[in-house]
């Protein structure tokens, strides 16, 4: 019997649900070619050393020859060995790369919002604020009922650094992300070094159905590949300040946001 997703683990790894159900076809295959790769590999190391200390007078052609031939048999083993291995879904970089593990948990029924957070803080830095937009966003939404889910990319403690936000001699950690935005830990996503927050924004407004996302990037590079993400006008919340308010548009905040 089909049971319907409930949390965001259950869409991005409908694969597990089938690991219960053991075929010895792929068991046996796998386990030839991981076997025929650890035997072919010891003889390609052990045949030269043989050579040398128990066949000497060998023609070194013919030894060549059958070394080469173990190599090359030994090549054909492995691309089959990895093939097989690459026919298994990957996790889905969502969850891959969620050190928290708290993204797998996220229910579908429970509303989300997804914060921009490298640039609603240089958002703050513009304009004289730094971390404090940031933090009292995630504070009011939160009060409102939403699940906070906020990416950073990973040069995030560098810039906060740059910034003056803590000391040099502190090691990065999430804490100090924790400490400076008002976020709880399992709020945060630092994404690999490498990679933008970007794709991972858009991906949880993807599969999480009760979500928006809060961010001054229009993501227009991606418009091609997300177009059910971004049909309307109402998946993503721009910020702006005005009246000495910090107000989100497309939403009506229950509380306003007042600057200090």
Request: proline letters at 4%; a positive charge; hydrophobic letters at 45%.
């Amino acid at each position: 019997m089909k049971h319907e997703p409930i949390t965001l683990g259950d869409v991005l790894t409908p694969v597990e649900t089938n690991r219960l159900h053991f075929n010895f076809g792929v068991w046996l295959r796998n386990t030839v070619y991981t076997l025929s790769n650890f035997a072919l590999l010891t003889a390609i190391f052990a045949l030269p050393l043989w050579w040398f200390l128990m066949g000497p007078n060998m023609d070194r052609s013919i030894m060549l020859v059958f070394w080469v031939a173990l190599i090359v048999l030994w090549l054909v083993v492995y691309r089959r060995l990895r093939a097989s291995k690459l026919t298994h879904p990957k996790t889905h970089s969502l969850l891959a790369n969620d050190s928290q593990g708290f993204m797998r948990d996220l229910r579908l029924d429970a509303k989300t919002v997804i914060i921009d957070g490298s640039n609603i803080y240089h958002f703050g830095r513009d304009n004289g604020l730094d971390a404090q937009p940031l933090g009292l966003i995630a504070h009011q939404l939160r009060s409102e009922g939403y699940r906070i889910v906020c990416f950073f990319d990973a040069n995030i403690f560098h810039r906060l650094n740059e910034h003056g936000a803590f000391r040099s001699d502190q090691r990065h950690s999430l804490v100090l992300l924790e400490d400076i935005f008002g976020l709880s830990r399992d709020e945060i996503y630092v994404v690999p070094s490498g990679t933008q927050a970007d794709k991972y924004v858009l991906d949880s407004l993807k599969y999480l159905p009760i979500s928006f996302a809060v961010t001054n990037d229009q993501f227009r590079d991606y418009a091609k590949n997300y177009p059910t993400v971004m049909k309307d006008n109402q998946w993503r919340k721009g910020v702006v300040i005005s009246n000495n308010e910090i107000k989100l548009l497309q939403h009506r905040l229950q509380s306003p946001i007042r600057l200090n």
